[in-house]
């Protein structure tokens, strides 16, 4: 991977070389953040005693400068670093995120200097083409032959639109039956550039969408269970979270239960076992999940179809159930083995 670095800080100290007023270095290098933080036209006009609009058109002037040089082959060094640059994403679908592009490049995790150098290589050469960051699209490199800067956006909205047509997350296989791709990786790597997408163990949806970029404690308990699709005990679902995929999954399971016992959507069924209230499952004691069902039933039932009609929203034992039928100012016993409502 040392090669690898060596040949993208040749090409661009031979892409600097090429510009020779030290003013415009200047510039490129602050836009970029090449040495250090990216800086603003404001910041760096104050610092030229320019105006925010001359560094612009400067910036401008400079970069269509070195494309031109490096269509027409003047910048010798870049020849290695686009070779890099290129196989790295045929490898990753194409297009990637600069951050994604230059870890896997570097074989680490970059500086913000080293995703910088990346980003002004895009740039500059004739062979990729670039997307830079606003509020919808993180800062990206792709192969030039593959789309310029509009098709490649213009990909990324039509995943976007057709996530939020379907109104829930869809796996890759699914985004693949309905766009025309020639792999689900490409898609991936097309909807990881989107600041409005995210996605989790396979599944891609909304930012916005807790199921899959869960932002706090009640988020990821809540993908955990709609994971597990199965009622689970507190301890068991901070341990799920702690080694999950989730960004921040240092949780105690103090913190756990009590996020458990304030949210509406889980429902204790047993012993600090929780379900989904989605699943059926409703809140409230045995004796109150009896009296509700008898209430639905508007006729006597046997003991065994009311332990059988509890134990779907409760994981109590039968004994537990017998016991609250037990109760006479609740439940009335007709016969030898039937119960309606006192």
Known sequence: MDQNADAIAHAIKGSLKVIEQD???????????????????????????????????????????????????????????????????????????????????????????????????????????????????????????????????KKIDEIVTLIK????????????????????????????????LASLNGLWGLAKWPTVNPKN???????????????????????????????RKNVTIQAIHNELIKDPRFVLIGRGIYALDSWGYKKGTVSDIITDILKKAEKPLTREEIVKEVLHSRKVKETTILLNLQNKKLFKKVDKNSYTLA
Do not use: W
């Open 217 to 247: 404690i009640r988020d990821k308990i809540f993908v955990v269970l709609e994971t597990k699709k199965e009622p689970m005990h507190f301890a068991d679902i901070a341990s799920a979270i702690s080694t999950s995929d989730f960004k």
């Open 165 to 196: 047509k379907n109104k829930k997350p869809m796996t890759l296989e699914e985004l693949d039956d309905k766009l025309t791709y020639e792999h689900p990786s490409h898609i991936e790597a097309v909807a990881s550039i989107s600041k409005q």
């Open 23 to 153: 003013r415009e270095k200047e510039i490129i290098s602050r836009r970029f953040g090449l040495s250090g933080q990216k800086e603003t036209l404001e910041q760096i006009g104050d610092m030229l005693s320019i105006t925010r609009e001359r560094v612009r058109q400067l910036e401008k002037a400079i970069l269509i400068r070195l494309r031109v040089c490096s269509e027409e082959g003047e910048i010798s060094e870049l020849a290695g670093a686009e070779k890099i640059i290129i196989r790295n994403l045929t490898e990753m679908g194409r297009v990637a995120r600069i951050s994604a592009l230059a870890d896997k490049i570097y074989g680490r995790e970059t500086t913000a200097s080293e995703r910088a150098g990346l980003a002004f290589l895009g740039s500059i050469s004739s062979s990729l083409t670039t997307v830079d960051e606003n509020d919808q699209y993180f800062s990206a490199i792709g192969i030039a032959d593959y789309g310029d800067t509009l098709k490649i956006k």
